[in-house]
């Protein structure tokens, strides 16, 4: 959301809200990333590195203290923190 210098909002309330997968490569975060990849390409690759796994191997990935991937294998290909993904497949569980 977006203000002017009043702190009057000048966002567009009517206009639809964009996820991060929908806004692709305009999030803007591939500039920043370490591998240069935007937020739904690592997304993509975490869904496919665990694709064919069991729960109980998803949920014994390796991250570090800040929940990213601390497996060389993924964390080529995914930098962003998996915690809050983890979380909810261990839910399905």
């Not at 496919?48 to 294998?73: H, M, R, S």
């Amino acid at each position: 959301m977006n203000f002017d210098n009043t702190g009057a909002i000048t966002t567009d309330l009517t206009a639809a809200v964009q996820t991060k997968n929908q806004l692709g490569e305009a999030y803007g975060m591939g500039k920043y990333s370490p591998i240069g990849k935007e937020w739904n390409e690592q997304t993509a690759s975490f869904c496919q590195y665990i694709t064919g796994k069991t729960i109980d191997e998803v949920l014994g990935i390796a991250i570090n203290q800040d929940t990213k991937p601390a497996e060389a294998d993924l964390s080529s290909s995914v930098t962003i923190s998996i915690g809050s993904f983890l979380e909810l497949i261990s839910q399905a569980k």
